[in-house]
């Protein structure tokens, strides 16, 4: 599969951009095998590139680590932010499940099984995605739970 082709697999550039800077400010570290790399030019330029970390075998790009002129920020995977999002969440003293599915548009969001029953899912789980790809809907997901707390960052 191209690097072209990778890309609606893994969060966008400015969501990922989001995401880090998340990341930073609650101290949580993510690693990725995918990342976002701004290889700069000499006119100082933004040049983004998708690259793959590891190919399995050796890193692609063993020089990227470290190198002081390259922003580097993790481009997550569907498999990746399925493994972050919690499977349930807390709202009005509701446990909400994690809910996922998607034919032409991934959605997905947190359902109470009492607001389903009594027909007000959005009373108790205030926050639904609808994303061409799944990647960003999880990533959408994922800084969601990040702003509004319901992620805790190290030795918080």
Known sequence: MSHKNREWKVTSLE???KLDVEHRRL?????????WVNMGRPN???N??????????NKIYPHIDGHPDWSIIPALDTSELGE????????????????????DDFSIEYQ???????????AFCPFTVIEKYEAEARGTMRLWLLQNGYVKGEGK
């Open 15 to 17: 969501l990922s951009q």
């Open 27 to 35: 101290g949580i570290v993510v690693e990725s095998e995918w990342y």
């Open 44 to 46: 100082g330029r933004a």
């Open 48 to 57: 983004w590139k998708l690259i793959i970390r590891n190919n399995g075998k």
């Open 84 to 103: 972050m999002l919690p499977s349930y969440i807390v709202s009005d003293n509701q446990e909400c499940s994690l809910e996922q599915y998607g034919e």
């Open 112 to 122: 109470s099984d009492f607001a389903i029953r009594d027909g007000m899912k959005s």
